[in-house]
């Protein structure tokens, strides 16, 4: 799986970074979500799914 986000549609909810802390987090300054990985291990995709539906501003996209 594949991860793409948006850094300029993020609004800083940190929705992301609850569903899938290993996957994404947040810049310090202003909370825009940051990627950790591109390539998401299989053992993460539920949860990067999970962000993807989560996400308030549709900022993050996932796909194979």
């Given at each position: 799986?594949n991860?793409?986000?948006?850094e300029?549609?993020c609004?800083?909810?940190?929705?992301?970074?609850?569903a899938?802390?290993?996957?994404?987090?947040?810049r310090?300054?202003d909370?825009?979500?940051?990627?950790l990985?591109?390539?998401?291990?299989?053992?993460?995709?539920?949860?990067?799914t999970?962000?993807?539906n989560?996400?308030?501003?549709a900022?993050i996209?996932?796909?194979?």
């Open positions: 799986m991860v793409e986000v948006d300029d549609a609004v800083g909810a940190g929705q992301c970074v609850l899938a802390p290993l996957v994404f987090d947040q310090e300054d909370g825009i979500v940051e990627l990985t591109a390539e998401v291990p299989p053992s993460e995709q539920g949860r990067v999970e962000a993807v989560r996400c308030p501003a900022a996209r996932a796909g194979t």
